[in-house]
């Protein structure tokens, strides 16, 4: 189990050493970023859900994560309201660094080394594009009124405009369906998915380049920590409990739903937390930290429910 995970921190840290040396430019994680999210890994998806259906048991499993998702985040957004005293805004970045998983660049190149196919982590990122992240969205929008209207909009609009849940609610439909792309368009999108995994890992290590700290924001160690691990510790063991002893999961479901749930916090939460005017930094530390630490969390959590 060890060996599936060397390719993926092995292109992490490539992207990672890329992106100390400058070699390619300054503008390298955004144009990957995009490449990675508007092309490949749409194709990587659709490709996947035609060939491979979602299982039966992948409904046990996600309500599994969802629910786990759903109490971690809770945890933390209860933390910085009534333990830190942040207001609404920041409470909802609280709770999205402590829940909100890295589905794209690092849960599809596991899901796709570890569990074999991209299935499973499908649905979750149609959980969180659709329903999480408009709720987060909106609970931002509300804090933060004084935004203009347009700018609300388009934010809110974000999961009707992402390439990512369009391919996979498409995938979703055509395999429940048996319906399989036709043989030329079937390979090309193949072809063009197998670029997702390796440029979403160099992509992840690019991302992880530290940067200063923005004007007007300081370090909050505390804060970051319980986050980290919120996120990181208590998400995969309450998605375990919940999964193996509620919902009687064993083996590859089992495994699927607290591999998942392990995954660090999503790089999107920067993006909302900036957008927004909420301290970056913060939301920054804690993708970090989250990253590095789940090497080890991931590769626990397969070697122990292999």
Not at 73 to 94: D, M, N, S, V
Not at 242 to 255: H, Y
Not at 278 to 286: E, M, N, Q, S
Request: with cysteine.
């Amino acid at each position: 189990m060890l060996a599936a995970f060397v390719p993926i921190w092995v292109l992490t840290a490539v992207g990672y050493v890329t992106g100390r040396t400058g070699v390619l430019g300054p503008a390298a994680v955004d144009v990957l970023g995009r490449f990675v999210f508007y092309v490949a890994m749409p194709a990587a998806l659709l490709d996947t859900l035609t060939r491979q259906p979602v299982g039966g048991t992948a409904g046990r499993a996600v309500a599994a994560f969802a629910g786990a998702t759903v109490l971690i985040g809770a945890a933390g957004f209860c933390a910085a309201r009534w333990l830190f005293r942040r207001p609404l805004a920041e409470q909802t970045i609280a709770a999205m660094a402590s829940g909100y998983v890295n589905a794209g660049n690092l849960g599809i190149p596991v899901a796709v080394q570890v569990l074999g196919d991209a299935s499973f982590i499908a649905v979750v990122l149609l959980i969180q594009t659709a329903i999480l992240t408009p709720l987060i969205l909106g609970t931002l929008d509300f804090a933060q009124s004084e935004h203009p209207s347009g700018r609300r909009r388009r934010l809110l609009t974000v999961p009707l405009r992402s390439p990512v849940m369009l391919a996979c609610l498409a995938g979703v439909l055509l395999g429940a369906a048996g319906v399989h792309l036709p043989g030329l368009v079937g390979d090309t999108v193949a072809l063009l998915g197998r670029a997702a995994v390796p440029s979403a890992l160099v992509a992840l290590g690019l991302s992880l380049v530290p940067q200063g700290t923005a004007a007007g924001e300081a370090r909050r160690p505390a804060e970051v920590v319980l986050s980290v691990l919120l996120k990181s510790c208590a998400q995969p063991v309450l998605c375990f409990l919940l999964a193996r002893l509620v919902l009687g999961l064993t083996g590859p479901a089992l495994l699927a739903a607290v591999l998942c749930a392990a995954l660090p916090t999503a790089q999107n939460t920067f993006v909302f937390a900036r957008a927004y005017g909420v301290d970056g930094t913060f939301a920054r530390d804690v993708i970090v930290a989250s990253t590095a630490l789940s090497m080890v969390t991931l590769t626990l959590a397969a070697t122990l429910l292999q």
